[in-house]
């Protein structure tokens, strides 16, 4: 219920804005509205404010809306309204009308960071983890605990920010330039090649493939609970037992005793603990459970969590209000220019398809989101907000950027395309979307199966 109504609300606000826009300019070019509508199909709901000649409109399905416009190529229109008909507008204000409602989308996501930064955006602090050998992160000399504070000049706050920059360059195949500093505040410089990346790496988790992932405090084998009448709660171990030794190997890190008890289902373990200051030693025996068609070692015991070290990682990146207003322009524009080289990207074959997300995986993320909070939320919206407005501008017939393409034709050539030409385009236009939106299902429907 939820992911439904944060999916439905999210819909709802960015397609009132992106018509609104519509709206806003076709009043001041004084074109007759006749309808304006948030969703397709059978009416649900339909108000007329008092004189006003629009009619309002909520309508059955919530994955739309538009505004519909005085215009003779629709229907006969009085000899008295011509000059308020949409077709009768000169080339220039047909072409504001339809560009304001991208327009609209794109200050609708300004107005959100704004919002945001001045709030306040939790991140993580951009400290690098563990650098596995033979990535690029350690060709380029990067070392776990260094702190990431700018990259090509841009500067880094966050890893969120890390990421942006990162997949920024790397569609536009750059070596990017990272500064860092140690826990001793020593500077270096280090030159990370992404050259080695392929399109098949941007369909997952690229980060991982240059080695670069965030510092986590370390997870030490300190027993924090046990699940009641488990097998370590049956062989006599208690909250707080730190494991020093499982067979005689030495136990650091609580990943290292996770691994020793999944390798040994069914088999005895004799292991010594810490209790209290004082040493003891234990036997027990892993039951035995399937994970994956593979028999693996289970004992009912999760770790000990230091909470601090956790949140001492955690930071909240916000500015002064003519600050945010910039970063939040920054934010939009960035956001939206690596929009277009995805998209560019997919057309040419470097990006794969799978990248195309659908209403289904949509309605997931804004049921997230809404679950993290608020300002999850609102990241979520000027995030789509920034997606439709920047596809309403691809020059496909039936988008808005298939409309300015007519209109700037008809700008160079002086006069109107011609309605063959129009109708073509529609058709290919409709062929495209379609095209488009069976790829976004598949992929949902993909994710949704196979995770």
């Not at 709802?12 to 300019?25: D, M, N, Q, S």
């Not at 629009?54 to 229907?75: A, F, Q």
């Amino acid at each position: 219920m939820t992911t439904l109504i944060a999916f439905v609300v999210a819909i709802a606000i960015l397609v009132v804005f992106h018509e609104l826009g519509h709206y806003a300019v076709a009043r001041l070019c004084d074109v007759k509205v006749l309808k304006f509508s948030i969703g397709f199909g059978r009416s649900l709901y339909t108000k007329r404010f008092g004189n006003s000649e629009t009619e309002w409109v909520i309508s059955m399905i919530p994955l739309g809306g538009y505004v519909k416009m005085l215009d003779e190529r629709e229907g006969e229109v009085p000899e008295r309204e011509l000059p308020r008909a949409f077709n009768r507008k000169p080339v220039l204000q047909r072409m504001a009308i339809v560009v304001a409602g991208p327009i609209a989308n794109l200050m609708l996501a300004v107005f959100l960071y704004f919002i945001l930064f001045i709030h306040g955006v939790p991140g993580i602090k951009p400290v690098l983890g563990e650098i596995v050998a033979g990535t690029p992160a350690a060709a380029a000399g990067l070392q776990s605990k260094q702190t990431i504070i700018s990259i090509d000049g841009q500067a880094t706050p966050s890893w969120q920010e890390i990421r942006w920059i990162l997949l920024d360059m790397v569609l536009q195949h750059k070596t990017a330039k990272f500064e860092l500093q140690n826990t001793q505040g020593e500077k270096s410089y280090g030159m990370l090649d992404m050259s080695s990346l392929t399109a098949a790496d941007l369909d997952g988790e690229f980060m991982q493939k240059l080695g670069l992932q965030p510092y986590q405090p370390p997870i030490y084998p300190i027993i924090g609970k046990l699940v009641d009448g488990g097998v370590a709660q049956r062989a006599g171990l208690q909250v707080n037992d730190r494991i020093l030794r499982a067979n005689g190997q030495e136990i650091a890190l609580w990943e290292d005793w996770v691994s020793m008890v999944r390798s040994h289902p069914g088999a005895k373990l004799d292991i010594e603990i810490e209790r209290a200051g004082s040493a003891m030693k234990i036997e027990l025996t892993p039951e035995t459970i399937n994970e994956g068609g593979k028999a693996i070692g289970r004992i009912g015991a999760a770790a000990y969590i230091d909470k601090t070290a956790f949140e001492s990682m955690l930071n909240e990146v916000r500015y002064p209000p003519l600050a945010a207003l910039s970063e939040a322009l920054r934010k939009t524009w960035d956001t939206a220019v690596v929009s277009l080289k995805m998209m560019g990207k997919m057309i040419q074959g470097e990006v794969s398809l799978k990248n195309l997300s659908g209403p289904i995986t949509i309605a997931d993320y804004a049921g997230q989101s809404a679950q993290l909070g608020l300002g999850a939320y609102i990241g979520f919206l000027a995030l789509i907000s920034i997606s439709l407005g920047v596809l309403n501008l691809m020059p496909i017939p039936l988008l808005d950027g298939g409309h300015l393409l007519y209109y700037s034709a008809e700008l160079i050539k002086g006069s109107p395309v011609s309605e063959g030409l129009w109708e073509a385009g529609q058709k290919v236009g409709i062929a495209l979307l379609v095209t488009m939106m069976a790829f976004a299902l598949y992929n949902d429907i993909s994710r949704l199966i196979l995770g």
